[in-house]
């Protein structure tokens, strides 16, 4: 599996991995027989239909990163932008939920797909459908998310990215965890995320996101968090 060289490097063995899906380039170098080619997150384009349908599907489309699937036999290397990194062992039941921009890479036997923020074990009460993922989208504009999230499942590996540094925070106490939007990355185990508000939207718009929304977090697992509220 991924192997940290330092604090912004990884390093994997492609065969032993099974192969790895990486953003494009995240690819440092690497030794050996491998190969790259283009790789398709399942559901980034599975919107049709007319109008806001399709609205939301070129939405869907722009909130993942272009990525690229390694086969072959050999080791490569992964960083990108001198950003931080951070390997998260999968285990079979977990799901880890995280924004593209803040993925690097993966193992390619893991169930990746791209969700709707509101059907993503929380979202602050939008509800589902074409409407709740509009009203994620006007939610992700003040708070710096993105309008879809995403997901994977099953056994394997995956590396997040994050700017100034990792905190690893556990979930699962009497209360919950409450983090600036701006600063999350990723939500492992079973983890349900709302968005909530102490003021109006007008207010929240006059006065920055950071000040007016929080991301509530409970259940079990662990939320990361960046040691800023850099966009990634």
């Known amino acids: 599996m991924f192997e940290k060289v330092n604090s912004k490097v990884v390093k994997v063995d492609v065969g032993m991995?099974?192969?790895?899906?990486?953003?494009?380039?995240?690819?440092l170098f690497y030794t050996g027989d491998v190969s790259f080619a283009p790789h398709q997150i399942p559901g980034a384009n599975q919107m049709g239909g007319g109008g806001m349908m399709r609205m939301a599907g070129r939405m869907m489309a722009g909130e993942h990163e272009r990525t690229m699937l390694a086969q072959g036999n050999g080791?490569?290397?992964?960083?990108?932008?001198?950003?931080?990194?951070?390997?998260?062992?999968?285990?079979?039941?977990?799901?880890?939920?995280?924004?593209?921009?803040?993925?690097?890479?993966?193992?390619?036997?893991?169930?990746?797909?791209?969700v709707s923020v509101m059907s993503s074990g929380g979202g602050g009460g939008g509800g589902g459908g074409l409407m709740g993922a509009l009203r994620g989208a006007a939610t992700g504009a003040l708070t710096g998310q993105g309008m879809f999230t995403t997901q994977l499942?099953?056994?394997?590996?995956a590396v997040?990215?994050?700017?100034?540094?990792?905190?690893?925070?556990?979930?699962?106490?009497?209360?919950?965890?409450?983090?600036?939007p701006q600063a999350f990355i990723a939500a492992y185990g079973n983890v349900q995320t709302e968005l909530k508000t102490a003021m109006s939207w007008r207010d929240a718009v006059g006065r920055g996101a950071g000040e007016a929304m929080q991301l509530h977090c409970v259940g079990q697992g662990?939320?990361?968090?960046?040691?800023?509220?850099?966009?990634?």
Request: glycine share 14%; aromatic share 4%; charged share 10%.
């Open 17 to 27: 991995a099974g192969g790895v899906v990486a953003r494009n380039g995240a690819m």
């Open 153 to 157: 499942s099953g056994q394997g590996a």
């Open 160 to 180: 997040l990215l994050a700017h100034g540094g990792f905190l690893e925070l556990q979930v699962g106490g009497p209360n919950p965890i409450v983090v600036d």
């Open 222 to 232: 662990v939320v990361y968090v960046q040691a800023s509220e850099e966009k990634l």
């Open 75 to 114: 080791e490569v290397h992964y960083g990108f932008a001198g950003l931080e990194v951070q390997v998260v062992q999968m285990q079979p039941g977990a799901v880890l939920r995280v924004e593209a921009s803040r993925l690097l890479a993966n193992t390619a036997a893991l169930q990746s797909s791209i």
